[in-house]
């Protein structure tokens, strides 16, 4: 078993930032790929972010790609985003996620086994 435990959001104004973190327990972090999802009330999941094992890779779509940097820190089993610029738009709960049995960076949230409980993000305009 995996737990996933978010931290960081809250109220910013736009143009603001936050630094979300990811705790991660129960299974070696490093052996799993990482991302990063939000969700906003009455819509879909959505990708947010992916991170290798290793860290040396990463993935964004183009609504985030600029503003936000996802990163690990192995040593301490953590996850992080760093979220600049942020926009009123990227107002949502926001989770961590981990996967085990996919081999690349995945932008689907199927493809990813354990999900934290999430962290909610407002940005007010």
């Known amino acids: 078993q995996v737990q996933l435990v978010e931290s960081g959001g809250g109220l910013v104004q736009a143009g603001g930032s936050l630094r979300l973190s990811c705790a991660t327990s129960?299974?070696?972090?490093?052996?799993?790929?990482m991302g990063w999802f939000r969700q906003a009330p009455g819509l879909a999941r959505e990708f947010v972010a992916a991170?290798?094992?290793?860290?040396?890779?990463?993935d964004y779509p183009d609504s985030v790609k600029g503003r936000f940097t996802i990163s690990r820190d192995n040593a301490k089993s953590t996850l992080f985003l760093q979220m600049n610029s942020l926009k009123p738009e990227d107002t949502a709960v926001y989770y961590c996620?981990?996967?085990?049995?996919?081999?690349?960076?995945?932008?689907?949230?199927?493809?990813?086994?354990?999900w934290g409980q999430g962290t909610q993000v407002t940005v007010s305009s």
């Open positions: 129960g299974r070696t972090f490093s052996t799993s790929l």
């Open positions: 991170i290798t094992r290793s860290g040396l890779s990463t």
């Open positions: 996620a981990a996967a085990f049995t996919t081999p690349y960076m995945s932008r689907n949230p199927d493809s990813y086994n354990y």
